[in-house]
């Protein structure tokens, strides 16, 4: 007798499942060809198993051993954590949030609001303030960008804060001229402390367009960590799985809701279950 | 970044130039292609599915001939039927016989329909109409102040009673300004929501209490192009708790394929509306399906 094999449903059922999650036709396609080559040579015939083998090769995808801590520790100036994205995924609450953590470490946090477009926006950043008790920088909506964060950052090098948090209009990273604006924002706050961290808010429910954000946004401020906001969503977030393994970015942080304490460090092994979980 | 779909139909079709006939194999390679094309758009993985099957069918049934550019041939099936789902019923607001209009603005968080109340307001005002935004998201921080600036932006009256930041009864708010409506003689009121998500079933509740107290004559499900698999999820989910008869999508100005608005039609069966494409009140439009196509299949 043939010994059991595993069947087409099954393999197209692991297929669905990743696609489903936004990893991408390209990843998973590949992934489940390694597997089906790997099962074959190792003589791998039941389900459960395969979908163990499934688990660990996603986990090794993401990569529990990426440095996925906040650089937020001042030196001789303070430690500068920019904070950029697309429109509407979650900078100005991952902000607030974030200085919520670095107020419970007890860090000394300031806020600096350069976004000067959006309708309120400087306003709503400074009420994020006001609740984890942290003070906002702000300048005249359509002031320039640029020098609200450089005055932000020279507000903190004064006042001897530990980090200062810079808030950044929501921009497509299509739109050249909004893209250069954000470079300029990183160079002017360079002149005084160094840029610690660069901070790309991508929201979960995003497809296959978050490599492109990330891509983009990378070459022009030098993304140092992602943050995968409304996981508390029906949406896995897939796509960060191509973006940590294209531009070697870890996701740092994960949102999970609109509340002061719904920011969490990324764990590997949470978010493929999650992603592995069908709805 | 990929190739178009017409590039590796074309490919997929070079070797069999002169042979005359398409076969079940080439038809299936051929549905391998548009459903990775699909994929790659952002399409709903069941929606592909259903949409592959449709299109072989036709591909079957259609005399195809590796002479006369099959590859040129399956894209306009392609294509016809993508226009076929996404304008079945293409259509704008419907006014209400007896005045105020109701419109309410549904959706995620952070998914455009704020800014959408003030491209909305502009444009009916621009027809002659007089619209009242109404704040009825008091909920994330400063929505109230930002629905004003909106407002003041497109030079329309912006009815907020409550200053939000969690202060407020939203179902109030909107209820009251259909009597401010009627009485100061506003024909049109748009309502503007927090953003929820669609598994939260506390706040989905809150919509529905919103959208009885307002009898809207359209709920707008408004939706963020950039949207991947989940799209499908978050409009059953929205359809479900609140119900809406159009759908808006917004910044098209960007690079994403924006497959979401195929599954959305497909699944949902109702109208894409407009479609918006910019930060700027005037960055707004009518849908324009066969647009929308030649978009998903990045052509
Ligand atoms: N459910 C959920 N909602 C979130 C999360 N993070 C942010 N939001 C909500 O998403 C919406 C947009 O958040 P913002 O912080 O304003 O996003 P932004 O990126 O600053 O937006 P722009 O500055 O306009 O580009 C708001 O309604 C937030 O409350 C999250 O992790 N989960
Ligand atoms: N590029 C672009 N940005 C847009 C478009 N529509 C809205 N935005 C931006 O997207 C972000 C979120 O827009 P909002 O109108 O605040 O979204 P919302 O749905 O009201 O958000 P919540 O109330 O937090 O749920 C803002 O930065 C807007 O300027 C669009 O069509 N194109
Ligand atoms: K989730
Ligand atoms: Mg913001
Ligand atoms: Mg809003």
Redesign the pocket.
């Known amino acids: 007798l043939s010994r059991d094999r595993i069947d087409e449903e099954t393999w197209e059922d692991f297929e669905d499942t990743l696609i489903t999650a936004d990893l991408g036709v390209g990843p998973t396609t590949e992934l489940v060809d390694n597997l089906r080559t790997r099962f074959r040579v190792e003589g791998v015939a039941d389900p459960a198993q395969a979908r163990e083998i499934l688990r660990s090769e996603l986990l090794a995808l993401v990569d529990p051993t990426m440095d996925r801590t906040i650089h937020a520790d001042r030196g001789d100036t303070p430690a500068v954590v920019m904070v950029v ?10 902000v607030g949030k974030l200085a919520r953590v670095l107020v419970a470490e007890d860090k000394e946090v300031l806020l600096g609001a350069a ?1 000067t477009f ?1 309708a309120a ?1 400087a306003d ?1 950043l400074e009420t994020w303030g006001g609740r984890v008790g942290v003070p906002t920088v702000r300048g005249a909506e359509g002031a320039d960008p640029a020098s609200v964060a450089f005055e932000a950052v020279k507000v903190g090098i004064e006042g001897e804060v530990d980090v200062v948090l810079i ?1 950044t ?2 921009r497509l990273h299509t739109k050249t001229g909004l893209m250069d604006e954000l470079g300029k924002v990183k160079r002017v706050i360079e002149r005084q402390a160094p840029v610690s961290e660069v901070l790309l ?1 991508l929201d979960a429910t995003t497809g296959q367009n978050g490599l492109t954000q990330a891509r983009i946004f990378r070459e022009v401020v030098d993304v140092t960590g992602i943050v995968l ?5 029906s949406a896995k977030g897939g796509i960060v799985v191509q973006v940590q393994r294209e531009l070697g970015v870890p996701v740092k942080l ?5 509340g002061v304490d ?1 920011l969490a460090p990324f764990d590997a092994e949470v978010f493929v279950d999650a992603l592995l979980e069908v709805a | 970044m990929f190739d178009t779909l017409q590039d590796r139909l074309a490919a997929t079709f070079k070797n069999l130039r002169g042979k005359g006939r398409i076969t079940e194999a080439d038809i299936d390679e051929t549905a391998r292609e548009i459903r990775r094309a699909l994929l790659e758009a952002d399409v709903n993985l069941a929606v592909v599915k259903e949409f592959v099957a449709a299109v072989k069918e036709r591909a079957r049934s259609t005399e195809l001939h590796a002479a006369l550019n099959p590859a040129q041939q399956i894209v306009k099936i392609v294509n016809d039927e993508l226009v076929s789902i996404l304008g079945g019923e293409t259509r704008t607001v419907r006014f209400a016989k007896r005045p105020p209009t109701v419109i309410m603005l549904a959706g995620l ?2 998914a455009g329909k704020t800014t959408l109340a003030g491209k909305l307001a502009l444009w009916l005002k621009g027809q002659g109409h007089s619209p009242l935004l109404v704040a009825a998201d008091l909920q ?2 400063n929505a109230v102040n930002q629905l004003q600036i909106v407002g003041q932006r497109a030079g329309v009256h912006v009815f907020a009673p409550e200053p939000g930041n969690g202060v407020g009864n939203p179902i109030e708010v909107a209820k009251n300004s259909i009597a401010e409506a009627e009485r100061r003689l506003y024909d049109v009121v748009i309502v503007d929501t ?2 929820r ?1 669609g598994i939260d079933a506390e706040l989905m509740q809150q919509a529905a209490d919103i959208r009885d107290a307002v009898r809207p004559d359209e709920v707008l499900f408004v939706v963020d192009a950039m949207i991947g698999q989940d799209a499908v999820n978050t409009a059953n989910a929205f359809a479900e708790g609140v119900g809406f008869d159009g759908v808006v999508l917004t910044k098209l100005d960007g690079d994403a394929r924006g497959g979401a608005a195929l599954s959305i039609a497909r699944v949902t069966g109702k109208p894409i509306m407009f479609a918006s494409s910019g930060e700027g009140q005037k960055d707004f439009d009518v849908f324009h399906p066969d647009r929308m196509a030649s978009r998903i299949l990045g052509m």
């Open positions: 994205g697309v429109n509407g995924t979650g900078k100005t609450t991952t976004d959006r926006a709503q808030d209009a929501g808010v906001t409304k996981l508390d969503g994960v949102g999970l809701g609109e719904d | 968080q952070g994330r921080p927090a953003g998500l």
